[in-house]
């Protein structure tokens, strides 16, 4: 009897977890595997919203890759930008975080401050920025008091793309957060140790803060990586019609729905997927020659 009552209790536990498990699989499968997979029929055929689709096979691979198009104007300018943004965003907040983990007068409050520009709508940061970079903004106005011409920077197309990262790394907030959990987990036995050895502050920073951080600025690079390669709203609304600074999903976004090419757009949105996801497992497997994790043996 306590068997059959053991089996039937197992069965229950096991029906409710499908069951909770139902709404997921259902938005899953309606909102994401379904698209996706719609995404990959759709990028071998040439559809415009209006007609039938026409299958043509490898036609708008062939297209992105080797015809006259923007894709790699886009990869070029999308790579230019997270290959400066990224890792000048993880310095600016490591530095932070260290700063703000010393007991300095309103520690809470610059902890905030700095926590805040991840919060704000993207589009309200947008516009922000536009006043702030303006030709007769307010850094140009700083800039002047030192007896330099600011540029203009969301206008002459040399400087949008500094003026995008500048405002990346403003918004560097959550990073900083996630560094300062880090710093406040490592023991401070080590540093203690370190010191009578001799050790100084710096040498203290490049052996144990670094290393004892490296997890999470991997979780900080990868995220950085993949959240920098799919910028969208900053580009589209500050430099649509600029080609200096064309971007691989703004450009997927104009075939899409600018041009109606949605065979041609899944098959770039695919291309870009497949060098995202490569990129992401490089990252991951050069992470083996530096990030420490604790009670690892080597």
Known sequence: MSSARGMSMKAKETLAFYLFLTPWGIGFIVFLMG?????????????????PAQWVGLANYKRVLFGPSQFWLAMGN????????VPLSIVVALILAVLLNQNIILRRFFR?????PATLPIVAVVFLWQWILAPSGILNEILGWFGIH??????????????????????????VVLFLAGLQGIPKYMYEASAMEGAGPIRQFLMITVPML?????????????????????????????KAAVMAVPYLYHEA????????????AWIFFIFVMALTLVVLRWSRSWVYYEGEVR
């Open 35 to 51: 698209p996706l997979l719609a995404s990959l029929v759709l990028s071998f055929t040439n559809w415009d919203l209006l007609q």
């Open 214 to 242: 490296s997890p999470i600025v991997l979780f900080n690079l990868i995220n950085g990586i993949i959240g920098a390669l799919q910028v969208f709203t900053q580009v589209y609304i500050i430099a649509r019609d600029n």
């Open 150 to 175: 600011g540029p203009a920077w969301f206008v002459d197309p040399a400087w949008i793309k500094p003026g995008l990262i500048l405002m990346g790394v403003w918004a560097a907030g959550s990073g």
């Open 78 to 85: 999308t790579a230019y930008y997270a290959l400066i943004l």
């Open 257 to 268: 729905f600018g041009y109606f090419k949605m065979g041609y757009a899944s098959a770039v």
């Open 112 to 116: 905030t401050v700095f926590y805040l």
